[in-house]
């Protein structure tokens, strides 16, 4: 029997496994991943993209990397502009490749410059496309997608007004189930009687918040226990700079500091599921499984995400009550950190939100704003299409 390829591809991995997840078990799909062998240029570790596709799902991945379009707004972004456009010119090229050897019967993408030479040659050929958008403000990237899609996806309804509506679907953002199931037992040697925070930022990690927590680590580890995603980028070394300053600490406080430089899908259910009180970047994942765990957090948008996505997102979750946004500027100290986790763990402790509701209730009201069928609902669309 001959199996219908589907080719994922995309910027936001996380959804996309959330997805296949419900995808696994139809017997005649056969799964290609397309992406990003590493998720910084100069960085000459595997991503945790890549590592996630070959060594847990098993499945084949084409290495792809294209270009995005940029606004040039002097000379040094001007020469960026041009660098950019040539590799999303080779991104073209390469694409046309890709979509002539795999022969894929439906390309579903997850945004991001690296999806849309995919998603045109796709649609050139007669391929189905579907795209799913994240973020409540469009990218350029899927704007584009869309053009060349037969379906779109969404996870917000303000998302709606972007997209042509005979083609839009409301269907809320994939959640991956990894977040509501403990499997593993990481935090074991953690002290009970305090509050524990879970520093990451994204699969990627965040320099700018790594830089930072660096500073008070040692301090915050007399009132709370932490788990520090570091990233494994080899232009920052974070992960080694985090190993290293917990080799320097006590006994007791090594043992109150994780570090890890990925968290793998057996460990996130434990380490989200424990954790009282999150310090993130604002991608629209984080935000979906903030609102699904009901957790408190303290989230640094990034600036250059585009049209500010990231800032809305946060700007979502304060209005919640959910979250207390810091801006990431040259101004933002490891004292902002500090003393916004100080306020967090009163909170917390009163059992209270940031917007001085009852922590319970708001809560509640997180998990009403979200869709926690969305890769069902999402499979099912895939399913309809192919049959």
Request: aromatic share 10%; net charge positive.
């Amino acid at each position: 029997m001959n199996k219908k390829k589907i080719l994922i591809t995309g910027g936001h991995a996380t959804p996309a496994f959330a997805v296949l997840d419900e995808l696994l078990n139809e017997e005649n799909y056969e799964f290609i991943w397309v992406g990003e062998k590493h998720n910084q240029r100069g960085n000459k570790n595997a991503s945790a993209e890549f590592l996630t596709v070959t060594e847990n799902y098993k499945l084949k991945f084409i290495e792809f990397n294209s270009g995005k379009l940029l606004r040039a707004k002097d000379l040094a972004s001007f020469i960026k502009f041009f660098y950019e456009l040539f590799l999303l010119i080779k991104g073209f090229i390469g694409g046309f490749f890709v979509i002539l050897s795999v022969r894929p019967k439906l390309i579903l993408t997850f945004g991001g410059f690296n999806a849309v030479p995919i998603a045109f040659w796709g649609r050139v050929f007669g391929k189905k496309v579907v795209t799913h958008e994240q973020t409540v403000v469009s990218g350029m990237a899927n704007r584009l997608i869309a053009k060349f899609a037969n379906k779109i996806l969404v996870s917000w309804e303000d998302s709606l007004k972007f997209f042509p509506e005979n083609k839009t679907i409301l269907t809320g953002n994939p959640i991956r189930k990894d977040i509501f199931e403990i499997k593993s037992n990481l935090l074991h040697d953690f002290d009970k009687s305090k509050p524990t925070i879970y520093i990451t930022g994204g699969n990627q990690g965040a320099h700018e918040i790594n830089k930072r927590v660096f500073e008070i680590v040692e301090k915050l580890l007399d009132s709370v226990n932490i788990v520090h995603q570091t990233g494994n980028s080899t232009i920052t070394d974070d992960f080694q700079k985090a190993s290293n300053l917990r080799e320097s600490l006590s006994e007791e406080k090594r043992n109150h500091y994780i570090v890890k430089d990925y968290i793998s899908s057996e460990e996130i259910g434990e380490v989200l599921n424990k954790s009282d009180l999150l310090i993130s970047r604002a991608g629209a994942n984080t935000v979906a499984e903030i609102l699904a765990l009901g957790k408190l957090a303290i989230l640094i948008p990034i600036p250059w995400a585009s049209g500010g996505e990231q800032d809305k997102n946060a700007n979502y979750l304060v209005s919640i009550g959910l979250a207390k946004k810091l801006i990431q500027s040259n101004n933002l100290t490891s004292h902002d950190i500090e003393s916004s986790i100080n306020q967090s763990i009163h909170l917390i402790n009163e059992g209270r939100a940031f917007n001085d509701q009852e922590l319970f209730e708001v809560k509640l009201k997180a998990k009403e704003k979200i869709n926690l069928n969305a890769s069902q609902d999402i499979a099912k669309v895939i399913k309809d299409i192919l049959n």
